[in-house]
């Protein structure tokens, strides 16, 4: 049994969240893979080394003083270190960092610093091995991943001991260092689980797991505490601030599951996430989230005898396509069709497309509503149920709020309700209580 673990910037902000970590690693000796972020914020309006990092650089840049950030950044590492009684040899490091950037560093190589830093500390604390990621992570030269190379170098590296690598960057093929998207040690995390074939990638940050809604709109929503990655994509698509898409490719690739937990309470389960759980029949909460959007338009058009004709749908779809703006949804009914688009990618286009839609296909009418939310139930147990959407018009019709659309996706994994952006926090809120609560 083997597992990957990432900690972020604020399990890692300092050395009280070092000692956590390594309680946590130790609790389990399947916990052999750490990957970290660079140390994060320890209190609200303290920054994250990352940002200093980047600051760092644009004073440089402009020739603007900068060794007080410098020495901040540091210190903090230094103190880490100290307050954990290790021996860690910072100072050549740092030493070593500023003469490279007294003649010239990539801002890359800079801000990947602070993963590397927090690595070299913590493999010295776990007693882990340090494997920097510039000797397995391998990009292409268009910047993205290369697996194949990536992979077998890094299980060349990996030992019994365990290792400690750093998060967000990799080495291009001319042996440079570039770093991924910020946030990016989720990713690294990820390739490691994948590369290693762990069992499952715990990713270790500051909440609980995922939440089954927006906590700024429903007080105290639940924990998700199963999900599977369509589901997961569903929410992330309609607006729930959930994993990025890229983070879950390699693991979900592998079939690796991913399980969310808490650095600051790890006896939480958290939120698991795999690409499918056996007990989909049972009882047990129905609705796995709720995410919603706000700022869609709805494009309808209607013409008589469109349902049946040849080549309209297309037709539409291509003078969308046309003026570069995408489609989110499409429900239908019969001689009409509705697009959902984003707001800001309609308006600028929109008397070219309108023009482009009635030379076209002359449709008897096209009317467009702006200011519309989008929210979505998502649900894999909702293709076994029966009513939902029954359930769903009448908890919103008791609240008085008009349904502008309603459209369940084909594999009855979400129903989505379009309304008014004045009812879109009122909807969540329906939702949850009809559903969830
Ligand atoms: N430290 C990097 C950032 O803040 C990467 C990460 O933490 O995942 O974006």
Redesign the pocket.
């Known amino acids: 049994m083997l597992k990957a673990l990432k900690f972020?910037?604020t399990s890692m902000a300092d050395a009280a969240q070092y000692r956590k970590i390594r309680d946590i690693v130790r609790s389990d000796p399947s916990r052999r893979i750490v990957v970290v972020?660079?140390a994060?914020k320890r209190f609200s309006d303290d920054n994250?080394?990352?940002?200093l990092l980047y600051l760092c650089f644009a004073h440089m840049k402009y020739g603007v003083e900068y060794d007080s950030i410098f020495q901040t950044i540091r210190s903090r590492y230094l103190e880490i270190r100290d307050e954990l009684g290790l021996s860690t040899d910072l100072e050549s490091d740092f030493d070593r960092l500023k003469e490279k950037m007294e003649t010239g560093i990539s801002s890359e190589e800079l801000v990947s610093r602070?993963?590397y830093f927090s690595a070299r500390l913590m493999a010295d604390f776990l007693g882990f091995d340090f494997i920097d990621a510039s000797r397995w992570l391998y990009f292409h030269y268009d910047g993205t991943v290369d697996q194949e190379r990536s992979y077998p170098a890094l299980r060349e590296l990996v030992t019994d001991r365990g290792a400690v690598i750093p998060?967000?960057y990799g080495v291009m093929p001319d042996g440079k260092i570039r770093t991924l998207s910020?946030?990016?040690?989720?990713i690294t995390g990820a390739l490691a689980a994948a590369a290693l074939d762990a069992d499952v990638y715990e990713n270790w940050t500051d909440v609980s797991g995922i939440l089954m809604a927006d906590p700024r709109i429903v007080e105290n929503p639940k924990t998700i505490d199963r999900a599977t990655y369509s589901e997961l994509r569903q929410l992330s698509y309609s607006g729930a601030q959930v994993l990025h898409e890229m983070t879950v490719f390699p693991v979900r690739e592998k079939g690796i599951p991913l399980n969310i937990r808490n650095t600051n309470d790890p006896e939480h389960p958290g939120t698991m996430i795999s690409e499918e759980f056996s007990e989909l029949r049972e009882p047990g909460r129905f609705i796995t989230g709720i995410a919603g959007k706000k700022d869609y338009s709805i494009v309808t058009i209607s013409k008589k005898g469109m349902a049946g004709a040849v080549g309209t749908l297309r037709a539409i779809v291509e003078c969308f396509e046309q003026n570069t703006i995408p489609i989110v949804y499409t429900p239908t009914g019969i001689d009409v069709i509705s697009l959902v688009v984003p707001t800001e990618k309609l308006t600028p286009h929109l008397y070219s497309l309108t023009d482009d839609l009635r030379t076209r296909i002359h449709p008897d009418r096209i009317k467009v509503t702006d200011n519309i939310a989008i929210v979505a139930a998502v649900g894999r147990k909702m293709a076994f149920r029966a009513g939902t959407s029954g359930k769903i018009f009448a908890a919103l019709g008791e609240k008085g709020i008009n349904i502008r659309m309603i459209s369940q996706g084909p594999d009855e994994l979400n129903i989505l309700v379009g309304v008014d952006e004045k009812d879109y926090a009122t909807t969540i809120r329906v939702l949850y209580d009809a559903f969830v609560k």
């Open positions: 972020g910037g972020s660079a994060g994250k080394i990352t940002d602070g993963e998060g967000f910020r946030g990016g040690s989720d």
